[in-house]
């Protein structure tokens, strides 16, 4: 039970998330099926928080000379990805979550849904999915099954 409660950290850890918290629990030896569902639900639980509050936390964070700057470089985190989520909605922000590169995740979906303004009814889910994509992406790759695949081809 403790290396699951690891891989539920991990996977509520902004950068990480359900990522590396699915590449741990694999490698431990953990059954697929559990650190699926242990990293999902860690991966979604700030989700909702980040979607209602993340607007108000930043307006607060300018208001203070030390975290100004990191309030602006969030800012624009969210701003950068506004034009690809604004144009593809819903299906936009699966792919946008759901796809494991480098500055993506239910985190920065989170964050750029927020600044765009799009409704909590559809962008929870949406990321939702796109946390489910990206937890059969990295259960298959991190198992091989993707290389093995590859190698066929």
């Known amino acids: 039970m403790n290396e699951y409660l690891h891989i539920f950290l991990i996977s509520m850890v902004p950068i990480l998330e359900l990522r590396a918290a699915t590449v741990i629990g694999c490698a431990g030896g953990l059954p697929w099926y559990g650190v699926m569902a242990v990293s999902v639900i860690g991966n979604m639980?700030?989700?909702p928080f980040i979607l209602v509050f993340i607007r108000k936390i930043l307006h607060l964070m300018k208001k203070s000379p030390i975290l100004k700057k990191a309030a602006h470089w969030i800012e624009n985190k969210g701003e950068k990805n506004r034009e690809k989520i604004m144009k593809y909605a819903f299906f936009g922000l699966v792919l946008f979550v759901g796809i494991p590169l480098p500055g993506t995740g239910a985190w920065t979906g989170a964050l750029a849904a927020a600044m765009v303004d799009m409704r909590l009814k559809l962008a929870l889910p949406a990321i939702f999915?796109?946390?489910?994509?990206?937890?059969?992406?990295m259960v298959l790759a991190s198992y091989g099954v993707l290389g093995f695949l590859s190698f066929l081809l």
Do not use: A, R, W
């Open 45 to 47: 639980l700030p989700v």
């Open 129 to 137: 999915v796109g946390v489910i994509l990206s937890s059969v992406i």
